[in-house]
């Protein structure tokens, strides 16, 4: 388990999204499913890792919402495990938004407060 986990700024819900990454402009685009979301991040699953550090375009289609929301993320952690069968090995990482217009951060704020409460 990572360390930093219960250091988040921001807490996070189970939930499971579609997102798009770009490494770099004209890029191939991952696309990937997103394990847990919060207000300054998402925790997302690949077969191959990125580098800590590295800035992706990312384009993350919410459940009730009508466009999806883009922005610039930064990988700030990687973690290997086996998740994909027992032979495969993946790779967990924690993307930190960066470069959020308030109206995407209003409408993720909505969509995750929504989530929250229809789990309680």
């Known amino acids: 388990m990572w360390e930093g986990m219960n ?3 921001f807490p996070r819900i189970q939930t499971r999204c579609d997102i798009q990454l770009q490494t ?6 991952i696309t ?7 207000i300054g991040g998402v925790c997302i699953m690949l077969k191959k890792p990125m580098s800590k550090g590295d800035i992706v375009d990312l384009n993350l289609s919410l459940e ?4 999806p929301i883009q922005c610039k993320g930064k990988v700030v952690w990687v973690i290997e495990k ?12 924690g993307i930190e938004f960066v470069d959020i217009s308030d109206w ?3 409408t ?10 229809k789990k309680k």
Do not use: C, P
Not at 24 to 29: A, R
């Open 7 to 9: 250091n988040r700024r």
């Open 64 to 67: 009730g919402t009508i466009a």
């Open 82 to 93: 086996r998740s994909f069968n027992e032979d495969e090995k993946g790779f967990d990482m």
């Open 24 to 29: 770099d402009k004209g890029s191939k685009t």
């Open 104 to 106: 995407d951060k209003t």
């Open 108 to 117: 993720l704020r909505n969509s995750i407060e929504g989530k929250a409460a």
């Open 32 to 38: 990937a499913t997103t394990e847990n979301i919060g």
